[in-house]
């Protein structure tokens, strides 16, 4: 019996590594990097679909590895997500992008709505409205300047605190967003009684415009439910003109990609803004 006891641990050991192991060494990794400060704010301009003029910036993580270099948020996202790192990672992003936020207005930079996302499961914590109070006190950043996205599914899953949380954080004066918008399952009921400023058309309906008929008659239907609902309405992942033009033709107020820019550093980002004030 002990024989099959150890033959079938054995077994049972060398099925997790290949997975398991992997898994194991990239939290360890990852938690080495938050600890030597590897993580970098990236900047990705939100434009004014009328004007064209840069009016903020979704912040977005990265991780600068000394071997692999620039390390993309959907290899540690999710493992973040599972272990309860986001937690940390998630405070660290909000602290970093208020403290650059506070510095560019010190040197004199328009006021800029900056967007940091917040993960389902720091959504999930009760203690989420006082953390961003906290962070905007200590780094002096104006709570009206800060926007926070949460995503359709992250406030699907929370239904019961959802509207308590978001309440807490818009007394703040705090902008609130609902990210992803299209792929999750979120009721107009509870749409309608969220107090959200803008909603995110999720990149997947913009790919393949203006070839999809189904996905073009999406877009425009859910630009014109989100004014309904009173909500701004920003198209994500706008790459070519076409995109562009139908989604200004069907007035949607904002739009973030590639077509303007990808994410870029904080000092990129700054240049950006510097090259439209000249203009
Ligand atoms: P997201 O919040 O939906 O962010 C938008 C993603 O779309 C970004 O990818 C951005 O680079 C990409 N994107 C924007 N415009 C275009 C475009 O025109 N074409 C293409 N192909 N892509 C475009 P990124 O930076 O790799 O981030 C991926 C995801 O990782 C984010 O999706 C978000 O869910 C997560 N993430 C990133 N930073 C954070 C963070 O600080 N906290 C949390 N919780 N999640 C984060
Ligand atoms: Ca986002
Ligand atoms: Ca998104
Ligand atoms: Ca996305």
Avoid at 11 to 32: M, V
Avoid at 92 to 111: M, Y
Wanted: aromatic share 8%.
């Amino acid at each position: 019996a002990k024989d099959a006891g150890r033959g079938c641990f054995a077994y049972f050991s060398e099925d997790l590594t290949l997975a398991a192991r992997e898994r194991i060494a990239l939290e360890s990794r990852l938690r080495r990097a938050i600890e030597q400060q590897d993580l970098r704010v990236f900047y990705q301009p939100q434009v004014d679909i009328i004007s064209g003029r840069i009016i903020g910036a979704e912040a977005l993580v990265r991780w600068q590895d000394s071997v692999e270099g620039l390390i993309p948020p959907i290899r540690f996202i999710p493992i973040a997500e599972e272990t309860g790192l986001i937690l940390v990672i998630g405070e660290w992003v909000l602290r970093e992008t208020c403290r650059q936020g506070r510095q560019w207005l010190d040197a004199g930079l328009l006021p800029l709505t900056l967007a940091v996302n917040v993960s389902p499961h720091q959504f999930r914590r009760s203690d989420i409205c006082d953390l961003v109070a906290t962070v905007l006190s200590d780094t002096g950043f104006p709570a009206s300047q800060l926007e926070l996205e949460i995503t359709e599914s992250g406030l699907m899953d929370n239904q019961g605190n959802a509207t308590e949380i978001l309440n807490c954080l818009r007394g703040q004066g705090i902008r609130l967003a609902i990210d992803d918008f299209g792929t999750g399952y979120s009721s107009l009921a509870c749409l309608k009684h969220f107090p959200l400023d803008l909603l995110k058309i999720d990149k997947s309906f913009i790919d393949d415009i203006p070839h999809l008929q189904d996905d073009m008659e999406i877009a425009s239907t859910i630009i014109a439910m989100g004014h309904i609902l009173g909500f701004k309405v920003l198209a994500e992942g706008v790459e070519t003109p076409e995109q562009l033009m139908f989604l200004q033709e069907k007035g949607c107020d904002m739009y973030q990609g590639y077509i303007k820019s990808c994410p870029v550093p904080a000092e990129e980002f700054v240049e950006l803004l510097r090259n439209q004030q000249r203009l």
